[in-house]
């Protein structure tokens, strides 16, 4: 129905840049919200940021605000994390997700997003 297919993730130095994709194809919702979410090992995925198809509205985790940005791109289905500043901590599986209604205001739960994608590695050196 709706597949997600991240890319862009690498291995950087600490204060690099990554930018990481998400191509999102099948059927789409002008209402979605879309959500960047990553997971280090041996720990819980955790909420870094979404944005609202329709309005570009974004919302960031704390420990990434200033140096990620959220972004889409309306006509190729495609949505964005640019990761500047990059540390250390940043290292893990960034996965994006839809959220099929977004009317509800709720962008940082899991139980939120309906679909995901497989996944990519970020992983910062010092």
């Known amino acids: 129905q709706v597949q997600l297919v991240e890319s862009g993730g690498g291995l950087v130095q600490t204060g690099g840049s990554l930018r990481l994709s998400c191509v999102v194809s099948?059927?789409?919702?002008?209402?979605?919200?879309m959500g960047w979410f990553r997971q280090a090992p041996g720990k819980e995925r955790d909420f870094v940021a979404a944005?609202?198809?329709?309005?570009?509205?974004?919302r960031y985790q704390d420990s990434v605000k200033g140096r990620f940005t959220i972004s889409r791109d309306n006509a190729n289905n495609t949505v964005y994390l640019q990761m500047n500043s990059l540390k250390p901590e940043d290292t893990a599986v960034y996965s994006c997700?839809?959220?099929?209604?977004?009317?509800?205001?709720?962008?940082?739960?899991?139980?939120?997003?309906?679909?995901w994608g497989q996944g990519t590695q970020v992983t910062v050196s010092s």
């Open positions: 944005i609202a198809w329709s309005t570009g509205r974004t």
């Open positions: 099948g059927r789409t919702f002008s209402t979605a919200t």
């Open positions: 997700a839809v959220d099929v209604q977004g009317y509800s205001g709720i962008y940082n739960s899991l139980a939120e997003y309906d679909y």
